[in-house]
């Protein structure tokens, strides 16, 4: 069976909810290591690839060209809560090239640390790319293309050469071939990949614990090395990956996807994992996650005592009474062979 339940929800003494998924756990070498349900499950990997996607640029040695730094490497990896630190790393990152926000072609949505309750707007307020949660990603392909000189208006569609290189970048990075990937688009108009868990793991055991097997290692490391050094900058107050960053104390790299996957990867080990939860729940997503490393022995008392609250296993209403709890219900399997 491809998913199986990985969280429940209780209500009383009732089971109220279950959340399907999958997980696969790989080394940077590709092989499998452990699994939830089936690690070939084909899942589209939405916001995990951003450091893949940016791998034509840093490639090239654009970032490099432009005395880019860990902020600006962040941001290319990021899933931001458009805050005003990556509103301000976005205008510059575009200001190093000639562009404005104009250039993103991104699309606008409200930033994320309104979305999610986690801060207020004005009420005059008016979104523009530069607060999309993807902005960052999109500034590098802008960099890319002006670099490059290749044409800015349709440097989203598949066939344009930013996005033939990325797709190519990304079958590398994970041990496939290009026409082995599935696409699709993403949130943000750019084009996405499906491909099974087992290899998105594998592509993170690479970008968090090096790749010296192929000519990604130089830039895989730097992109890991920002994020985990500028961890706000990646996703944001309040965010969750951003709590496995720090708890992870520059160990772990950890990105989030739109509906339900996630993956972290461990530098020191060469491992990662990769999940995603059906629904796209996201406690239930994140509650998995941490399930997860504290099965492969990753939490030491005081990292699991830290993520203890992502895990929320009690849930209280809001008078403060105990009405659930949301328990993880799978155990991770040794690989078969």
Avoid at 48 to 77: E, H, R, V, Y
Avoid at 212 to 220: I, V
Avoid at 330 to 336: D, I
């Amino acid at each position: 069976m491809g998913f199986v339940p990985l969280i429940e929800v209780t209500r009383g003494a009732l089971v109220e909810c279950q959340h399907w998924g999958a997980v696969a756990v790989a080394n940077r070498a590709g092989r499998l290591l452990a699994q939830v349900g089936d690690p070939q499950s084909v899942v589209f990997t939405r916001s995990t690839i951003k450091a893949f996607q940016a791998l034509p640029f840093m490639q090239s040695g654009g970032a490099k060209a432009l005395g880019w730094g860990p902020a600006d490497l962040a941001l290319l990896c990021a899933s931001h809560n458009g805050e005003p630190m990556h509103v301000a790393q976005v205008e510059h990152m575009l200001a190093s090239v000639g562009q404005n926000y104009h250039a993103l072609r991104c699309g606008c949505h409200r930033p994320l640390f309104a979305e999610l309750g986690l801060g207020s707007l004005p009420a005059d307020f008016v979104p523009d790319e530069r607060h999309n949660n993807c902005s960052g990603k999109h500034a590098g392909f802008v960099a890319y293309c002006v670099q490059q000189g290749l044409p800015l208006d349709d440097h989203l569609d598949p066939g344009h050469p930013l996005q033939a290189a990325i797709r190519g970048y990304v079958a590398q990075a994970v041990g496939l071939e290009v026409n082995d990937l599935a696409a699709g688009t993403d949130g943000c108009s750019a084009p996405n990949y499906a491909m099974p868990l087992a290899n998105l793991a594998r592509g993170y055991a690479r970008l968090a614990g090096g790749a010296p097997d192929t000519d990604l290692d130089e830039s895989l490391t730097a992109l890991a090395d920002a994020m985990v050094v500028r961890p706000e900058l990646g996703s944001g107050t309040g965010r969750h990956d951003l709590d496995f960053m720090r708890v992870g104390a520059g160990d772990w790299v950890s990105k989030t996807g739109a509906d339900g996957v996630q993956v972290v990867g461990s530098r020191s080990r060469g491992e990662a994992f990769a999940l995603k939860i059906m629904d796209g729940n996201m406690p239930a997503q994140v509650a998995a996650a941490v399930e997860v490393m504290d099965q492969l022995g990753w939490l030491s008392d005081a990292q699991r005592s830290a993520l203890a609250p992502r895990r929320s296993a009690h849930l209280v209403n809001p008078k403060g009474i105990e009405v659930g709890t949301r328990r993880p219900v799978f155990r991770l399997g040794t690989a078969a062979a």
